[in-house]
T-cell receptor
């Protein structure tokens, strides 16, 4: 069974469209994340939720809106897509608050978003 | 802003060679992790170090956390083609903001 699963894996869409990426984890973790990895492989945190509460909201355009209906799900909705949004988006989860005591982050396989 | 710089950025070596990857910052971290990412997949945790000066070994991989908890190194002995991948260090914030900060990455290719 996949621990952190995200869909779709590949997404090609036109500028201006709205799209969503879904994420589910079956590890029983209480913290979930969205990371963005650019073409240079730099991995940057976008959002983090702990027990459905937003705890990290980095400098991300407000066109990006995360939604956590429950502890096991964290979806990412993107409005008015731009060329610069093309990247790989990783969903991840961990048990406990991030950055403390070296909690392991479990990543999904990534969603390759291409905006044309 | 806490930043983690990794060096080298790219590394291509022959099977059997040794190598060291560095992860440096001017900031102190509560913990330091190393991940390996293979093409088409998400990063996978290799090790976590939490104490300054700590050394951990994972088969042919040796990880060290700097005494001041600002830097770390990953040493691979007798590299194999299976070690090929993107290596990422990640630092845990010390307080205030609950997040991991990822390094700039080192792309390793081991040639058979």
């Amino acid at each position: 069974d996949t621990a952190v699963s995200q869909t779709p894996k590949y997404l090609v869409t036109q500028m201006g469209n709205d799209k969503s990426i879904k994420c589910e984890q079956n590890l029983g973790h209480d913290t979930m994340y969205w990371y963005k990895q650019d073409s240079k492989k730099f991995l940057k945190i976008m959002f983090s939720y702990n027990n459905k509460e937003l705890i990290i909201n980095e400098t991300v355009p407000n066109r990006f809106s995360p939604k956590s209906p429950d502890k096991a799900h964290l979806n990412l909705h993107i409005n008015s897509l731009e060329l610069g949004d093309s990247a790989v988006y990783f969903c991840a989860s961990s048990q406990g608050l991030p950055g403390i005591s070296g909690n392991t982050i479990y990543f999904g396989e990534g969603s390759w978003l291409t905006v044309v | 802003t806490q930043l983690l710089e990794q060096s080298p950025q790219f590394l291509s070596i022959q099977e059997g060679e040794n190598l060291t990857v560095y992860c440096n910052s001017s900031s102190v971290f509560s913990s330091l992790q190393w991940y390996r990412q293979e093409p088409g997949e998400g990063p996978v945790l290799l090790v976590t170090v939490v104490t300054g000066g700590e050394v951990k070994k994972l088969k042919r991989l040796t990880f060290q956390f700097g005494d001041a908890r600002k830097d770390s190194s990953l040493h691979i002995t007798a590299a194999q083609p299976g070690d090929t991948g993107l290596y990422l260090c990640a630092g845990g914030a010390t307080s205030g903001t609950y997040k991991y900060i990822f390094g700039t990455g080192t792309r390793l290719k081991v040639l058979a």
